[in-house]
């Protein structure tokens, strides 16, 4: 089973940027909407950004407004998101997958390994 692949994570001090990328998706989600998640341990995981395929249209949640951007390259098959002045509440692992709805991720499957930010202080 392909799973998606993220990449792009890495160690950065606070006010920083990283790119993250995934690929690939469309070729394993018979789905449109897709989306980054993140969790820390002891937490579950929470919806980052979502992006309609078709249209581009984004949503962020409220913590990475103004930082973050979530866009995709639909000849390459890849998603990505661009994280500048990064904090250390965003350290998190990093999985990009589709999107069901904010309260629909315990019921996704094909999770690719991750991505880790580590965001130093």
């Known amino acids: 089973q392909v799973q998606p692949a993220e990449s792009g994570g890495g160690l950065v001090q606070a006010g920083g940027s990283l790119r993250l990328s995934c690929t690939p998706l469309r070729r394993i989600f018979n789905n449109y909407e897709m989306a980054w998640y993140r969790q820390t341990p002891g937490k579950e995981r929470e919806v980052v950004a979502a992006i309609d395929w078709r249209s581009g249209r984004s949503h962020l949640v409220d913590s990475v407004k103004g930082r973050f951007t979530i866009f995709r390259d639909d000849a390459k098959d890849t998603m990505y998101l661009q994280m500048n002045s990064l904090k250390p509440e965003d350290t998190a692992i990093y999985y990009c997958?589709?999107?069901?709805?904010?309260?629909?991720?315990?019921?996704?499957?094909?999770w690719g390994e991750g991505v880790l930010v580590n965001v130093s202080s």
């Open positions: 997958n589709e999107f069901k709805g904010a309260l629909d991720i315990a019921e996704l499957t094909n």
